[in-house]
């Protein structure tokens, strides 16, 4: 169905963490830490193409060439402020990310994203960048914010999501084909108020605790 942009991560641990996530009943400490486990987990899938290069090192017992990362530079960029949740699970994987912030909300009677913040690092054209945001649904925020960046230059740009419906995947592919797109599930469709089916409620209120 989707082509090869798309990576749907079907793990038993992801599937297992995103149905306590659906549960209506789920704390917002539970939640948001489980979010932020989440993230960690898509992490290791979508860093998987890292360059790797030989070092030497002595072990207890010889010396031998080992592989270690090969000084990529990365940064990952949450939108504000569901995105927010999920970048402790990445930055403990790679401590030596930077961290970019751009803030968009959803109007709510045209469902279009409005930007209202955006601060990156000043060395940001020279890294690949992940864009984290739990929810994937209209995919207009998504596509905003991946034009903004591309505006300063960023060439390798993927997209992190928790749970994601079929026309932000459509809106992120037609938008912008070069990014990969990373995501625990994707769901039925959205509803008349763009919130995705049968989803798991407003991320950003979940994490936050202000519904």
């Keep these: 169905m ?6 749907i991560l079907d793990h038993p641990l992801l599937q297992h963490k995103l149905t306590i996530l659906r549960d209506e009943n789920t704390g917002v400490k539970e939640f948001r ?15 998987r193409d890292l360059p790797l290069a030989d070092i030497e090192v002595k072990t207890p017992i010889t010396t031998g060439a ?3 990362l090969a000084g990529k530079k990365l940064a990952v960029v949450p939108i504000l402020r569901a995105g927010l949740g999920m970048v402790d699970g990445i930055i403990k994987m790679i401590p ?3 961290v970019g912030h751009i803030g968009l909300y959803r109007d709510p009677e ?9 601060k990156m690092p000043a060395d940001i054209a020279e890294r690949d960048v992940i ?13 905003a914010a ?7 230059g960023c060439k390798h740009i993927k997209l992190m999501n ?8 459509a809106c992120i592919q037609k938008d912008h084909p070069d990014v990969d797109i990373y995501v625990a599930g994707v769901d039925e469709k959205l509803n008349e108020h763009a919130y995705i089916v049968p989803g798991l409620g407003d991320a950003g209120d979940r994490i936050f605790g202000t519904k």
């Design 96 to 98: 030596s990310a930077k």
């Design 66 to 68: 080992f592989k270690t």
């Design 110 to 118: 045209t469902h279009r994203p409005v930007e209202y913040y955006c």
């Design 33 to 47: 830490e489980i979010v932020s486990e989440i993230a960690a987990l898509e992490c290791y899938e979508a860093t």
């Design 162 to 169: 928790v749970l994601a419906a079929p026309e932000g995947i």
């Design 2 to 7: 989707y082509n090869e942009k798309v990576h």
């Design 146 to 152: 991946i034009t903004f960046i591309k505006g300063y």
């Design 131 to 143: 864009v984290l945001d739990p929810m994937l649904a209209t995919g207009g925020s998504a596509s």
